[in-house]
């Protein structure tokens, strides 16, 4: 018998181009990065969901205009991220996320975010091949002299341009990161017993410094600027102080950047009242727009600490400490060398090339882009309950009455979130009812968006009342 015919439908000419799909950009990073980084976000934005099923390989080469290499390499990076899952004859789907979910999902350390597209397995290679081909190895290998070689300030230099104009390298220190750099002055500004003041909520790391070193911390009231002068005035009368500390950009953990004018106005009660001020500034490279530091104002006072962690790599371990010009730089490199003899020889040089070169600067700009969606994300999934900033890597999140800070951040990690407690930051009772979200600690964007919207679901819903088991 003759073979009976199946209708077919009628082929389309040209398929249709999904809108995920990215428009390459130079300087993005590799073809097939970007593919990925366009199929993150659409999933993040919801673009892509779970189950949908992407086009074969070679249509997705013709829309995209590349090679089938390209997305043969683009869809193997989306399996390892578990973005997608291959199904065989049927094709490639979106990935569910539940298995990546399963695991602690961390919003509580603050570090900068990988940039979208980048490829730092390949950075870090041409990096150290500049290093290696331009230095002695055997020098990178045994003991230098604290406080970094001639290279290592001139990059400090160059790198604190923007901040602070022309600097004197002979005035620059380089440390194995601000803790370093915050316990050596903290060593060599205050006697033992002495009090530092700051403000009431500041970096847990100052508390724990001075508590290991045998000072006290002092709280100065501050307003929705900042610390305040008067405050500050009679704080150090009060307790004998000498030393204030501050964060006056993007504070840690408000978020919020002190104003010109307050800057001024904390300067001059410094220059009158003969106040050290230790300016702890890592986050004003990620602040546009941010005024200049407390040390433009008054660099006779200021000790500037900018380190490289919060901005670009907290594995650089390099943070660059300004003295005033008429400051015993001596006993600050003896305190630090009293604990950190020197700074890692190769993490420095590699910094010292990247800032250089211009290597540090690229990757700055990235990761402005990438804070920037990263807090756009934030506040579409966080809605009216959140309160971020316009810039930087963490916000600074004010509860629903229902909620305390305590019993947000134990009911977030038994949902596998980790967020810092108001406590963390505050000394003494009754600290804000709020809680630290940094956005930098997760790698892939898509998770999270949706580790942010696992928390805004539970910031909505009244807390689990406690009861009994009877049984």
């Not at 995209?64 to 065989?88: I, M, N, W």
């Not at 934030?378 to 600074?396: K, Q």
Request: net charge neutral.
């Amino acid at each position: 018998m003759p073979r009976k015919s199946t209708p077919r439908e009628p082929a389309t000419e040209t398929a249709a181009r999904p809108a995920w799909l990215p428009d390459f950009r130079p300087g993005k990073g590799a073809r097939y990065l970007q593919v990925v980084a366009a199929m993150e976000q659409a999933v993040a934005d919801g673009g892509l969901s779970p189950g949908d099923r992407l086009p074969p390989q070679r249509q997705l080469a013709e829309l995209l205009g590349v090679d089938l290499t390209t997305v043969t390499r683009a869809l193997a990076e989306a399996k390892r991220r578990h973005l997608v899952e291959a199904r065989g004859a049927l094709g490639t789907f979106v990935a569910a996320p539940t298995v990546e979910l399963a695991q602690m999902v961390d919003l509580s350390m603050n570090v900068p975010p990988p940039p979208e597209g980048l490829d730092f397995d390949d950075l870090l290679r041409r990096g150290m091949s500049q290093v290696l081909m331009r230095t002695d190895a055997n020098l990178l290998m045994t003991y230098q002299l604290g406080g970094g070689s001639s290279p290592d300030k001139a990059a400090g230099a160059l790198w604190l341009a923007p901040m602070l104009g022309e600097v004197a390298p002979a005035r620059l220190v380089a440390c194995p990161g601000a803790q370093a750099a915050l316990a050596a002055l903290i060593l060599a500004l205050t006697p033992p017993g002495g009090t530092i003041v700051t403000e009431p909520l500041c970096y847990p790391g100052l508390r724990l410094a001075a508590e290991q070193l045998g000072r006290a911390v002092a709280s100065v009231a501050a307003d929705d600027q900042g610390m305040r002068p008067d405050a500050l005035e009679a704080a150090c009368r009060e307790h004998g102080a000498r030393v204030a500390y501050l964060n006056p950009t993007s504070q840690n953990p408000n978020a919020r950047t002190m104003p010109a004018q307050r800057r001024r106005d904390i300067a001059r009660v410094a220059e009158q009242r003969g106040i050290a001020i230790i300016e702890d500034d890592p986050y004003w490279l990620l602040t546009p727009h941010a005024p200049p530091p407390l040390a433009h104002y008054s660099p006779a006072h200021v000790y500037y600490i900018a380190t490289l962690s919060k901005c670009l790599s907290p594995g650089l371990r390099t943070a660059y400490l300004v003295t005033p010009p008429a400051a015993d730089q001596d006993a600050v490199l003896a305190a630090l060398r009293s604990f950190a003899l020197m700074s890692t020889p190769l993490s420095t040089a590699l910094a010292t090339q990247w800032v250089h070169d211009g290597t540090a600067l690229a990757l700055l700009g990235d990761i402005r882009a990438e804070c920037a969606a990263r807090l756009a994300l934030a506040r579409g999934m966080l809605g009216s309950l959140g309160h971020p900033p316009s810039a930087g890597i963490h916000m600074w999140h004010l509860l629903p009455s229902y909620w305390t800070s305590r019993e947000l951040t134990q009911a977030a990690h038994a949902e596998d979130l980790r967020v810092t407690a108001s406590d963390a930051f505050h000394a003494g009772p009754n600290p804000p009812n709020a809680i630290r979200i940094s956005l930098g600690g997760v790698k892939e964007r898509a998770r999270l968006a949706l580790a942010l919207k696992k928390l805004a679901d539970l910031l909505a819903r009244m807390p689990r009342q406690h009861r009994e088991i009877v049984v």
